[in-house]
């Protein structure tokens, strides 16, 4: 790269080292270090963190994590690419409004808004009262508190995550491409089968990926909906921070576990990505 | 991406900014105490008598203090710690003696709240509020009567409980069961409790120590095991709950008031535990927050309607024992709940 380049991202590089890397780093360090009496740690070189890790107990719980954000991801792409495919092919003149609408909700705290769950989920709550009244059921259902309702709440906060890249792609597909199917004889069916999913592939891994990392490290939506009941691997590190155990290398060690899944799931979809040939 | 460089200028414009309101200011002490326990009208009258500034941070557990305190990242005048808490921090070395002759209302906390197990000499803690955790009943939809946790963890109330969300807590209660004290904890103890909380924790519909109280409201549980200012709460709202001190033995807790030992202004802090051991402002702080309130005084300025909450003031005064700080067998209990709530 020419100088004036290097200069132009040098930023970058500098916003990377100093709030990703060095961070990470610190965390890699703590891991390998001993627990200090009120919190903190002692430097003292041990691996006894990652054989604690690597019990299958707090395996059980990063394989629960993996597959609820797996599921979270799933269930957004699902619910999110008929939206994004909706915005992508409105009006040009629509399209702002459009994704100002998907943004809207990020002008009220996620906290709050997923406070606001509790009141429509619980047993005396909106959505019961809704259901009785018009007498599918006979008595209150238990939503809160249950794995759905985390889940719930899990793809209620990741779906803008989803549509965002997904509509970059479609608002990206190149109109010939898609008369050249239909006069090539292709329905629409068919079309968004063999020409508009593949070209926006790049979309469906990018968002998969911006809802899957998240989600899995994600700890007050499981708190809040799950009530303590639908733990995963984040409220496990939480508590080796928050709980009586103040146990802080063992909570990196925990970390640096959910980063190896996420550097797993970044290698896979750099490869899925490359195989198709959609990305360098 | 034209826009990445001005939020980088804004976010670090915003964190300088934050830097130097952080800054202390000539006469204001920093007060680093739990979400929901100092009124705010007791701050504001501190401030109007002395014109000492009071800058509230909260947390909501202990070791989110300590993780505060240790990382030195900001230095507090007065933290609230609670009984086990206070004993770390004193064989650490990390509190300030308190001048007691700066203190002089400390005369109005009650005998049998000094010299307890984790200050034993009474040197670096001011009690603020005790209370117990205990059984809490919807007495309206649980008819039978419920004595003690045994009582609460059966299979018919399989989905109808809330319990706090705090480990070592839970594991207390099996070893009450078991005719053991809190402090107890060995690997032994530890195996014997396993098989108990491995038939409770299933039955346990909802984990939740910041307002175990809401859940019961809700009507999303007829049962729970809580705090005992959170009881008094739901008592106020509505005499069908019930609080229960278990049969099997019950716990206390003590919050206190403690000077980290890097305090900057040690005065200011000293002026404040003066301030808040007055009668009339500690009964303030009982009105908002219905724990036991150590303060014999400020008790005689109670209503007799909050004297009589069985919630805040159990019958008979029993003297129950607290938690002791039990180092680093804490990571076992820990793993313990995390291995039986990963297999649920």
Redesign the interface.
């Given at each position: 790269m020419p100088a004036a380049a290097w200069l132009a991202a040098a930023?970058?590089f500098a916003?990377l080292a100093l709030f990703v890397a060095a961070p990470a780093l610190i965390i890699l360090a703590y891991s390998f270090a001993q627990?200090?009496?009120?919190?903190?740690v002692v430097w003292e070189f041990t691996i006894a963190n990652y054989a604690?890790a690597l019990?299958p107990?707090?395996l059980?719980?990063l394989l629960?994590s993996v597959v609820m954000a797996g599921a979270t991801a799933m269930l957004c792409l699902i619910a999110g690419y008929p939206v994004a495919l909706y915005m992508g092919r409105a009006p040009q003149r629509w399209r702002g409004t459009l994704l100002m609408l998907v943004m809207v909700p990020f002008w009220t705290s996620f906290l709050i808004r997923t406070y606001a769950w509790l009141t429509i989920l619980?047993?005396?709550?909106a959505l019961n009262g809704v259901l009785l009244a018009i007498g599918i059921i006979d008595a209150p259902v238990?939503m809160?508190?249950t794995p759905g309702a985390v889940l719930l709440g899990l793809v209620y906060t990741f779906l803008p995550f989803m549509i965002l890249p997904l509509y970059t792609s479609i608002e990206a597909l190149e109109e010939p491409m898609l008369e050249a199917a239909s006069d090539l004889g292709a329905g629409p069916w068919r079309t968004l089968r063999k020409v508009i999913l593949p070209l926006t592939m790049p979309g469906i891994v990018a968002g998969s990926l911006f809802v899957f990392v998240p989600a899995l490290g994600l700890f007050a939506v499981n708190d809040i909906l799950g009530?303590?009941?639908v733990?995963m691997i984040g409220n496990?590190i939480e508590?080796?921070?928050?709980?009586?155990?103040?146990?802080?290398p063992?909570g990196a060690a925990l970390s640096v576990l959910m980063m190896a899944v996420f550097g797993v799931a970044m290698a896979a979809a750099s490869r899925s990505s490359r195989l198709r040939g959609l990305s360098p | 991406m034209r826009l990445l460089p001005l939020t980088v200028v804004a976010v670090l414009a915003a964190m300088v900014s934050a830097c130097q309101t952080g800054a202390p200011k000539a006469d204001s002490i920093r007060l680093f105490a739990w979400s929901e326990y100092v009124p705010q009208s007791v701050i504001d009258g501190f401030t109007a008598e002395t014109g000492i500034e009071v800058s509230y941070e909260t947390y909501s557990s202990n070791e989110e203090m300590l993780s505060k305190l240790v990382s030195g990242a900001q230095r507090y005048d007065l933290i609230q710690p609670s009984d086990y808490t206070v004993q770390a921090l004193i064989r650490e070395d990390a509190l300030l003696p308190i001048d007691w002759a700066r203190v002089p209302n400390f005369a109005n906390i009650g005998a049998q709240y000094k010299n307890l197990p984790h200050d034993p000499e009474q040197r670096y803690s001011v009690p603020w509020m005790s209370g117990s955790v205990g059984i809490v009943v919807d007495t309206d939809k649980v008819r039978e009567p419920v004595r003690g946790y045994a009582d609460v963890f059966q299979e018919k109330h399989r989905g109808r409980i809330v319990v706090v969300d705090d480990s070592r807590e839970i594991v207390s209660w099996a070893m009450a069961t078991l005719g053991r004290g809190p402090n107890e904890v060995t690997p032994q103890i530890l195996a014997e409790v396993r098989p108990v909380l491995e038939r409770w924790l299933p039955l346990v519909k909802v984990y939740d120590s910041d307002s175990p109280k809401t859940a019961l409201l809700n009507g999303d549980v007829d049962l729970g095991i809580v705090w005992s200012g959170e009881a008094a709460i739901l008592h106020e709202e509505d005499p069908k709950f019930r609080y229960v001190l278990p049969v099997e033995g019950a716990h206390r807790f003590l919050d206190t008031l403690a000077i980290p030992k890097d305090a900057p202004n040690p005065h200011g802090a000293m002026k404040f535990l003066d301030y808040v051991l007055r009668p009339e402002v500690s009964a303030k702080i009982s009105e908002e927050f219905p724990y036991t309130n150590p303060n014999l005084e400020a008790r005689k300025l109670l209503s007799a309607e909050q004297l009589a909450n069985p919630a805040s003031y159990p019958p008979g005064d029993p003297q129950l024992v607290g938690f002791l700080d039990i180092g680093p067998a804490a990571v076992d209990i820990d793993k313990l709940i995390t291995n039986l709530k990963a297999a649920g």
């Open positions: 930023p970058l916003w627990r200090g009496t009120l919190g903190g604690a019990d107990t707090y059980r719980v629960r619980k047993s005396e709550g238990a809160l508190y009530g303590g009941t733990d496990v508590n080796q921070f928050k709980g009586g155990a103040r146990n802080w063992f | -």
